[in-house]
Nanobody, 126 residues
Framework: QVQLVESGGGLVQAGGSLRLSCAIS????????MGWFRQAPGKERDLVAA????????YYADSGKGRFTISRDNAKNTVYLQMNSLKPEDTAVYYC???????????????????WGQGTQVTVSS
């Protein structure tokens, strides 16, 4: 049974920072490409950032470029999303996801991902 557990969400003022963590259990962590998605009320779930199995490849949506950094620690079975210079429009539920079938590079759509966390709320006040 594969489980993903996110943490680190919360309420922050605009311009502040948060670091989200996602711990995965149930299988060798390095066998997953990982991604962070977010979903705001009434909107679709969108990819924010993704990282390859080794961590050598990363992808950022335009919304997070220059402000967000995705990283992973394969020894700790954890993927992180460092979010700086947060804006009110970053308010959403953030989900981490694991892709078994993405062997090279990163997964760019939700269909690439096989396992999902329960989500963590990020609220940015103006």
């Amino acid at each position: 049974q594969v489980q993903l557990v996110e943490s680190g969400g919360g309420l922050v003022q605009a311009g502040g920072s948060l670091r989200l963590s996602c711990a995965i259990s149930g299988r060798t962590f390095s066998s997953y490409a990982m991604g962070w998605f977010r979903q705001a009320p009434g909107k679709e779930r969108d990819l924010v950032a993704a990282i390859s199995r080794s961590g050598s490849n990363t992808y950022y949506a335009d919304s997070g470029k220059g402000r967000f950094t995705i990283s992973r620690d394969n020894a700790k079975n954890t993927v992180y999303l460092q979010m700086n210079s947060l804006k009110p429009e970053d308010t959403a539920v953030y989900y981490c996801a694991a892709a078994v079938r993405v062997r090279v590079g990163v997964g760019l759509t939700s269909y690439d991902y096989d396992y999902w966390g329960q989500g963590t709320q990020v609220t940015v006040s103006s």
